[in-house]
Every structure is written in C-alpha cells, then in structure tokens.
C-alpha cells in the first residue's frame, strides 16, 4: 500500500549543501503535509503521545493538519510545546513518538516532526504576512521567577511559567539566547532564523532576556532570591569538553567539538566577515558518534575539508546519533570508521597536528548494562594522516554554579541531584534540569524537564506565597 511509507521530504542535493551552510531539508509543501498527515490511523490509545516528552496531542494535531486546518494544528502543538519549529527539525522523532506509532508495523511510522515542523513554519510564515506578533502579550500578575540558562530547558520553562502569569526573567551567559540551539547545532539543520523566532514568541509571552549574565559571577543564586525571586530554575547544561587523555591531544588543530562547534554557530566563522577565526582542515578526523560528532563532520565539509574521517570505537548498530544524521553525513560524502578509536595524535615538528595513531578495537560480550564494551585488538594500530581532529566524546557540566549556590547536592559526575517528578534540588526553591541534571542528552528529554519543573515551581510559589 502506498500509504506504508512516508513522504519524502525535499532536500538540498548532497553535492550541494556540502559546501553551503543553508539548511539541508527543506521541509513539505501544504499538500505533502497533508498526506503525511492523513496516514496516521487515530488511535483510541494514542501510544505516540506516551513517547513524547511534552505531551503533544500528536493525533489531533495531524487530523487538523490532514483536513488543511493549520491554524488549529498549530495551536494543538504549541498548547504543549512552545518550540515547535525547533523540536520538528532536531527532535529524535525515531526514538520517541514514532517508535510507538501502529503504523511503523508493517511499514513506516508518520512523520510526526517533518508535519510539525510544517504547521510551526506555516505559522510564522501567516505571522509575517499578517504583520502581527506571533504571540499575543500575557499580563504579569505574580511573582518573579529567574531562568539561568537560555537551551531547551530553561526556555521551555520560561514559556511555561509565562503562560501562568509569572513575571519571567532568563538570565543567558553568552551574548544570544538559545544555549545550545545557537552555540551547538549548526544552521543547516537548525537555522538561527527559527531559533530566533520562537524566542521572539516567548518574549510576546512577556518572557525577558538577559545576556552576557554569567550566574555564580554576576550574581550568585541566592542574589536572585535577594533580587525578589521567588524561585530558579537552573537550566545551564553541561558545557565543559571531554578529552580522552592521549598523547598529543594539547597540539595545535585538535578542537573540543564544543568549541569548534560555537565558533562555528555562535560566532558565525564560516562567514569571510566574520570576527572570530576558525581552522578550516583540509583532512578531518572526528572523534565519537552522536549528533555533535554528525554536526562537527558535516560543518568540517562546509569549511572545506576534502575528507572528513568518523571514528567510532564500537558498530554501526550501536551509534547513537539520529538515523536522519548518520544518512546525511553519508551522503555528503563522510567516511566511517567503526571499531577505532584514536591513541596519539603526532605532531608535524611545529606544533601542530599531522596524523592520528588509531586502535583496532573490538566488542566484549555485553556487561550489566546491556552494551557490548568495546576492547583494544593487540597490535591492531594504523595511522590516518590529518591535520585537524576534532574530540566530540561527551561533555560535563560546568561547576561554577554548583560552587557558588550552597545545599545543591551532585552526582559523581558533577551533575545537580533533582527528583525525577518535580526536578527539585536539595535547595529549596531551587529546580534544575537538561544537561545540568542528566548530562549531555537530547533536546526533547531538556524540554520535558523544563516543563515539568514550571509545573513543579508554580505549586511551590502557590504553597509559599
């Protein structure tokens, strides 16, 4: 039957985007999106939904969708997700609601986050065309409460917490708002543009922003509660690099994913005019498998790179980036490497990087939790000429906070303790989630949390006031 696949959707030629930085897949047109959507089944027990971290009434915003109503569809969504046009282009749809979707049993699953996106696109696209703020001004009328940290969590939370009338205020340590869907994803498969106007969106909501406001430097925690805050929510993420601790790493040319990725993001480099340099390597090797390991190769491309190497230390079954990533990355034309993993990079006699020493590895039998650790193969070493490596194995959070807010209780990862339910702290007042709370994770699984503390928050405020 025709309808057991999705409809594809229409993408940038892979020769082409890889050398541009304009976004990659270029989303349906109305009638696509209304096929797309009509496939879904309208089931009674609606799985998807239980998939999703936000709650989104995925049935009922595709039955809108199907019968041309946009406008409905989109309020649907937003009623539960305030970052729709972010969630349809990076949220791991796979994985959460259209795992579950009854029609990926005999074929593929709906496209939930290819119509989303859709309908949040169309939005904006009538909100231009209308001249008319995207979202409409909510009165103030409670307590103020303070969000550190402007990625998934902290603006999900705001919205939330603006939508029931709090006085909101979001407190952001780099010059621009978003976190890490300004710094970290790269504009072809998140455009800034879109960033920026869902953050327009909750400033209609009343939300305020406040940049270059590093939390623990210019105020402490328990300023904000001097200040009159009645509660924070702490949503900073987990932004220190993780290196692997091998001989060369300190050469020139080796880069944190973290860093090349912001250089690249934030403070635009890949643009001629822009202010702040970044090395363009000619031979590339990235070091990890998720979605930063797919965004640094796909960017070292768009820099100019003539080969890009992914170096995985287990299978191709285990990577854990997003199918849709993994396939593009392919498709652009860079090359895999499973089962290795870099042991020296050797410098070129003056300080900078030329090739990476790497190690054959090979999987155990599974441990407790489930997964096959991966072990080096004695004598199974073969050397990958480079002269750039960028190091994109996991993140953890950033102490400084910690440091500077006394009773936050941590893991042994550096991670703040939270209750899985409300994303309460062992301080009072004091909620935390994303990255913060779980370490390096998804966007969707942010947004959750931040959902749930806004919730959590207002009956705390409600219970103190």
């Known amino acids: 039957m025709a309808n057991q696949q999705k409809i594809p959707m229409r993408e940038q030629p892979p020769q082409e985007r890889r050398r541009n930085f304009s976004?990659?897949?270029?989303?349906?047109?109305?009638?696509?999106?209304?096929?797309?959507?009509?496939?879904?089944?309208?089931?009674?027990?609606?799985?998807?939904?239980?998939?999703?971290?936000?709650?989104?009434?995925?049935?009922?915003?595709?039955?809108?969708?199907?019968?041309g109503n946009y406008a409905g569809a989109y309020d649907a969504v937003y009623a539960q997700n305030t970052l729709p046009a972010v969630c349809g282009r990076v949220c791991p749809q796979e994985r959460q609601c259209e795992a579950l979707c009854v029609r990926g049993i005999k074929g593929e699953p709906v496209g939930v986050g290819r119509v989303e996106r859709f309908v949040a696109d169309w939005h904006d696209e009538q909100s231009r065309l209308d001249d008319q703020p995207a979202v409409r001004n909510v009165s103030q009328k409670r307590e103020k409460v303070a969000i550190v940290g402007s990625g998934p969590a902290g603006l999900t939370c705001s919205g939330e917490l603006a939508r029931r009338g709090y006085a909101v205020t979001v407190f952001e340590a780099f010059h621009e708002p978003g976190g890490v869907l300004t710094y970290g994803i790269p504009e072809f498969r998140l455009p800034k543009a879109v960033v920026r106007?869902?953050?327009?969106?909750?400033?209609?909501?009343?939300?305020?922003?406040?940049?270059?406001?590093?939390?623990?430097?210019?105020?402490?925690?328990?300023?904000?509660?001097?200040?009159?805050?009645?509660?924070?929510?702490?949503?900073?993420?987990?932004?220190?690099?993780?290196?692997?601790?091998?001989?060369?790493?300190?050469?020139?040319?080796?880069?944190?994913?973290?860093e090349f990725l912001t250089r690249v993001n934030l403070m635009k480099a890949y643009l001629d005019e822009a202010d702040t340099p970044v090395q363009k390597g000619k031979r590339v090797v990235v070091v990890g498998g998720g979605n930063v390991a797919m965004d640094a190769a796909r960017c070292a491309l768009r820099l100019g790179a003539e080969e890009v190497r992914i170096l995985y230390r287990r299978s191709a079954e285990e990577l854990p980036a997003r199918a849709e990533e993994v396939f593009h990355a392919r498709e652009e034309g860079v090359v895999f490497d499973f089962l290795s993993a870099p042991a020296e990079y050797l410098p070129d006699g003056q300080g900078r990087v030329r090739a990476a020493v790497c190690q054959r590895m090979e999987l155990s039998e599974p441990d407790g939790s489930g997964r096959r650790k991966p072990v080096p193969v004695a004598g199974e070493r073969y050397t990958v000429d480079c002269d750039m490596a960028i190091v994109a194995i996991g993140t953890t959070p950033n102490p400084l906070v910690a440091q500077t807010t006394e009773g936050l209780e941590l893991n042994g990862r550096g991670c703040i303790l939270t209750d899985s339910v409300t994303c309460a702290t062992s301080r009072s007042g004091v909620y935390a989630g994303g990255d913060i709370a779980t370490g390096a994770a998804t966007v969707i699984l942010a947004m959750g949390a931040g959902k749930k503390a806004a919730a959590a928050m207002d009956a705390y405020i409600s219970a103190h006031v």
């Open 23 to 67: 976004e990659a897949a270029l989303g349906y047109t109305p009638e696509q999106a209304k096929r797309e959507a009509s496939r879904c089944l309208g089931c009674n027990n609606r799985p998807c939904v239980a998939g999703c971290p936000v709650s989104v009434p995925i049935p009922e915003f595709l039955a809108l969708t199907a019968k």
């Open 197 to 258: 106007r869902e953050i327009e969106n909750l400033r209609g909501l009343g939300v305020t922003f406040e940049v270059n406001a590093v939390i623990g430097r210019l105020f402490t925690v328990d300023e904000l509660f001097a200040r009159g805050y009645a509660a924070v929510f702490l949503g900073v993420g987990a932004g220190l690099p993780v290196f692997m601790g091998i001989p060369g790493e300190n050469l020139n040319g080796v880069y944190s994913a973290n």
